[in-house]
């Protein structure tokens, strides 16, 4: 009893001590006095005032913000210290000294060549970097509207090659840096964000990204050894700063329509096809009028009902399937709220994010709820602490597609207003797709909750230089997948549901040590690292089918009939864990700005590989020829970089538990003489094997300049990349226990050209423009695969040809009349596609042509010859307007729709000009009531179209109120804003009548099922 009150007076004393110390720390202040401070704040380059400046004392909250003259006033101490700054000028720091008029000049940062750009664990001077690194700012992200902030690297980046996957809402995108590497391993980039591995996809909120840093080549991406392969995407999110408490408030709404339209057969054109399909049965009525063969000899009861409606007007038009599947429009809409600020001993950041698109199809959303918090304290001069947390919930809901195939004939609905199970069914038995758009029919529902946080803390001894930070990081992530189909009677059809749950928990351990100091001419940056990455992985799956609770949908599976319930583990690993140590070490030295050389090493090893180990090397130089003495006389040239680097990375290939022998989870049974000798076994599924990571060398030449005081600015980038060991499945001989065994065996190489090329064109007062120019091409072919073949047809894998290509039959148009007698040989007729003979294959003995899967070709790629983007950013008297161009140039395009080609007219399909006697065109084959769509294996040929575009990606105009008169309300920015996104295409494809070409999948297939949006938006920033 007498230790607790020993120590409870103990408490109260030291409560008492510090009360009095922080009285005695305040008190000096208050004794001291303030003082009214006056000043000015211009631009260095012209002298106009700069509105808007902020003016803060150093450690403190307390500022002011410049009106429209760039004057201020303030109060604060005689000993205070200000610091002045403004976007897109560099900051100054003032001491007041007992002045009371402070006139501050700001110099504008064109060049930005000493901005701090984030590269792998740590931070380094623009002018400092010896490898290939770009980067985006908060105006260029934040600019995009969009659920996925990647799409702010599209056209912005050399070297980045996007495209959106499809039309659905909340859809990701498909990206590629520097192309593609690897046969069965992911492509896609790795994403760090506030230096910790977030994954390979990013849903964070664009406004809450401050900066977005893309390491390309191996000199920059080595330091991330076996994942740095396909290019590193570093996000930085915002963070609190030394200030007043600023809030900042935005929304917009998008009204959205699909981008293109299909030119879809009416019911003439449909009327038309159908009695071509008479005529070609009948060739006697090729030259009658369409008027000798009636309706009713060529279409169903049901698609004549329709046409007598038409005729005697009672319906005022034939049906359009397509746009009763769509609603008239969908929207997208945003809202932000943030709360930043902080002293000079804490600061701290708080966002609210609530994003929602709801497509144009029914029944297909997506929305987003996010908080990020960030806090920051410096608790002593040399210790920090911190925590980054960002939650996200998703609610994603996919509708169901678009059916191209109803004839406009038939209706939906009868005379009741009740939905018609088969509109056509003497045509064919098609479901009326209608059906499937009723949400209490259809559900297919993704819930998905994230948690990533980040805790640190970080030692600073100024004095030496050095600077320990240790990071743990946990990153879950919770997936609930549900699909639900109801009962129908009419279709036979008993309800079925399917719950799918992938759980997935993550913790990061990151302790760096950096050595950053500066002798002289001398500068010297060493960082070492360790690193230990942990995941876990459960997957559970259940499947129900009649429900007694179907209601329920997926939450009473267990009340389906038991023959059909299925209630197991996903996949052949349901349960992964995977742990990775690594040890990481850079040196950086650089001398004057002249001659720069960094050395990254990176060791890896990893729980799912037989060889644990592997190393991951790489150096880099850069020879600052701007600062050289015999640079210093001229001013045309204000910068000259050369850098060249080469480097070892890997490929993250590897999945848990793939080096192991495996049976199957089924017994077969296996007879040893007579029936009663039979035994039950397990079969081998996967043999064991001693994969190792897909390795590339990389080697990158670049080349920084700068003219007229960096008004124009840029780097050119040439590089070349060695890929080895790649995963490929090799066959095994029929007597092996399975067909095929992983080894690491192909090889690739990719090379390619970077520019990029800024300009400030305009700098004056009142009105300001600048334009920056991006372009990239890129090169990529397999070199080497298994047992040195050069095809693998199965695959689509060809030495000497790009990792995606389109292998198919090569049309060299439709059989024309006079060719009766060749198509004949080659067992074709007038009016059916002509297919190229590879062969030249007439043999002597008889004749006889022939065409098969020997004679196919390499059609074409994916991939794009080149891309580029522009943007040009306006700014005049507070107006802006922004345009953003982006080309993709040379790829081709799977086109679905003529895939879809039918040409007994059984299905719908777009118009098109088919071959007639007639009408001898080389376009589209002749329609033949023998010919169903699954039974035409030619009609591939018909697909690949030349899918170069070029598109008007955005235009912005907004106009910011002058400050002097929102000032008055306790706005400092009030910025309303107009943007069209994805409004104008111009292409060959495009113009043929189709939706958006950018909006294909990742093997260049065309998705008309979910057509790419185009938007309208009004939006609104605002900040207090």
């Known amino acids: 009893m007498l230790t607790m009150k020993k120590n409870l007076i103990i408490f109260k004393t030291g409560v008492c001590i510090r009360i009095f110390t922080l009285l005695l720390l305040f008190l000096p202040t208050a004794l001291f006095g303030q ?40 109060e604060a101490p005689a000993d205070a210290v200000l610091v002045i700054s403004f976007v897109g000028f560099l900051s100054e720091t003032i001491e007041v000294a007992g002045q009371t008029n402070i006139n501050v000049t700001l110099t504008p940062d064109l060049a930005r060549l000493d901005e701090v750009v984030v590269i792998g664990y740590g931070t380094m001077k623009k002018s400092d970097l010896t490898g290939a690194v770009s980067s985006i700012k908060e105006e260029d992200i934040k600019s995009i509207k969009s659920s996925n902030a990647v799409e702010a690297l599209q056209g912005k980046i050399a070297g980045v090659d996007m495209t959106r996957s499809d039309g659905r809402a909340g859809s990701g995108y498909n990206i590629l840096i520097r192309g593609a590497r690897s046969f069965s391993a992911k492509n896609d980039p790795i994403y760090i964000v506030d230096g910790i591995d977030y994954g390979s996809t990013i849903n964070i909120n664009p406004s809450d990204i401050v900066s977005i840093e893309v390491l390309k080549d191996a000199s920059s991406t080595a330091i991330y050894g076996s994942r740095g392969a396909n290019g590193i995407v570093m996000v930085t999110t ?56 009636p309706a009713s000899a060529v279409l169903t009861p049901e698609e004549l009902e329709g046409y007598t409606r038409l005729s005697e ?125 009723d949400p209490d029919f259809r559900s297919d529902e993704t819930l998905r909750t994230g948690i990533f946080s980040s805790f640190y803390g970080q030692v600073n001894i100024a004095p030496v230089g050095l600077t320990f930070r240790t990071n743990f990081n946990v990153n879950l992530d919770f997936q609930r997948h549900g699909t639900y189909t109801g009962t129908s009677e009419e279709l036979e059809r008993l309800s079925e549901a399917s719950l799918t749950e992938i759980n997935t928990y993550k913790w990061t351990w990151t302790n760096v040590l950096t050595f950053d100091k500066t002798f002289s001419d001398h500068h010297i940056m060493a960082t070492a690292a360790t690193e230990t ?47 990775m140590v690594s040890f990481i070490g850079r040196l950086h030295y650089g001398y004057a700005g002249r001659y720069l050389v960094t050395l990254t090493g990176r060791h890896d090893g990893a729980s799912q590989l037989v060889e644990k180990w592997d190393f991951f090397p790489a150096v880099s130089f850069a020879w600052g020829i701007s600062n050289e003495n015999f640079m ?9 970089k050369y850098r060249m680097g080469v480097g070892k990375t890997g490929n993250y290939s590897v999945e848990p538990y793939q080096s192991l022998g495996v049976t199957t989870d089924y017994m077969m049974y296996y007879q040893f ?145 006079e060719e009766a007698t060749t198509a004949y040989k ?71 729709v003529d895939g879809r080609w039918s040409p007994d007219g059984r299905e719908n399909s777009i118009e098109r000009d088919y071959w007639t006697p007639n009408n001898p065109n080389n376009d589209y084959p002749k329609v033949d009531p023998g010919q169903t769509r699954s039974g035409w294996s030619e009609a591939t040929v018909l697909q690949y179209k030349d899918g170069t575009f070029v598109k008007i990606k955005d235009i912005t105009l907004g106009y910011t109120f002058p400050v002097k008169w929102t000032s008055y309300i306790g706005i400092s920015n009030l910025r309303p804003y107009l943007s069209l996104k994805n409004y104008f295409v111009f292409g060959k494809y495009f113009a043929q009548g189709r939706y958006d070409p950018e909006a294909v999948n990742s093997r260049g297939e065309s998705n008309v099922g979910f057509p790419a949006p185009k938007m309208i938006i009004v939006g609104l920033n605002v900040t207090f």
């Open 533 to 579: 990455r942990y995941r876990l992985t459960e997957r559970y799956y259940q499947y129900g089918k009649d429900m007694v609770l179907a209601d329920f949908k997926w939450f009473a599976i267990r009340t389906g009939d038991p023959n059909f319930l299925d209630i197991t583990d996903l996949s052949e690993f349901p349960y992964t864990k995977e742990t």
């Open 632 to 640: 210093k006389n001229q001013n045309v040239l204000s910068n000259l």
């Open 313 to 437: 007007g009672a319906d005022p038009e034939d049906y359009d399937w397509v746009k009763q599947q769509m609603k008239n429009h969908g929207n997208q809409a945003d809202f932000y709220l943030s709360i930043t600020g902080g002293t000079e001993k804490s600061n701290y950041t708080v966002s609210l994010n609530h994003f929602l698109e709801d497509n144009f199809i029914p029944n297909d959303n997506y929305k987003r709820y996010s908080i990020k918090s960030n806090v920051d304290s410096k608790v002593y001069k040399w210790l920090e602490i911190g925590n980054s947390t960002f939650l996200s919930y998703t609610d994603i809901n996919r509708g169901r597609g678009i059916n191209y195939d109803m004839n406009p004939f038939v209706k939906p609905y009868d005379d009741d207003d009740n939905l018609i199970i088969e509109p056509d069914p003497s045509r064919v038995p098609f479901t009326n797709p209608l059906i499937d758009q």
């Open 826 to 896: 080659y067992g074709d007729a007038p009016g059916e596609i002509k297919r190229r003979d590879r062969q030249a294959g007439d043999t002597a003995m008889t004749g006889w042509f022939s065409i098969n899967d020997s004679d196919r070709y390499v059609l074409g790629t994916p991939r794009p010859k080149w891309t580029a983007g522009l943007n040009s950013t306006m700014n005049f008297y507070g107006v802006d307007l922004s345009i953003f161009v982006y080309a993709r140039v040379g790829q081709m395009v799977m086109d679905v």
């Open 35 to 74: 003082g009214k401070i006056t000043g000015t704040v211009t631009d260095a380059s012209d002298g106009s005032p700069l509105p808007g400046a902020n003016v803060v004392i150093k450690g403190t909250s307390v500022g002011a913000v410049t009106d429209m003259n760039g004057t201020f006033t303030l």
């Open 673 to 817: 003489g007579v029936a009663e000798n039979t035994v039950s076994g397990y079969r081998t599924g996967q043999l064991a094997t001693i994969p190792k990571w897909e390795s590339s060398i990389a080697a990158n030449w670049g080349l920084d300049f700068g003219f007229l005081a960096n008004r124009i600015s840029g780097s050119f980038e040439y590089y070349y990349v060695w890929t080895k060991d790649i995963l490929q499945q090799v066959i095994l001989p029929p007597t092996s226990a399975v067909t095929t065994v992983l080894e690491n065996i192909g090889k690739t190489e990719s090379s390619g050209i970077e520019i990029t090329l800024n300009s400030v064109n305009i700098n004056k007062p009142n009105f300001k423009w600048s334009t920056s120019l991006t372009f990239s091409r890129s090169v990529e072919e397999i070199t080497y695969l298994a047992g040195g073949i050069n095809q693998d047809v199965a695959n689509k894998w060809f030495v000497g040809e790009p990792l995606a290509v389109f292998y198919d039959w090569k049309m060299e148009g439709i059989w024309q009349t």
């Open 238 to 293: 915002k963070k609190g700063s030394q200030g007043k408490m600023v809030v900042n408030f935005g929304t917009y709404y998008g009204y959205t329509t699909p981008l293109g339209k299909l030119p879809m057969g009416d019911a003439d054109y449909y009327l038309r096809m159908s009695r071509d399909l008479y005529r070609t049965n009948h060739t006697a009525y090729w030259d009658s009028a369409d008027a000798s063969i």
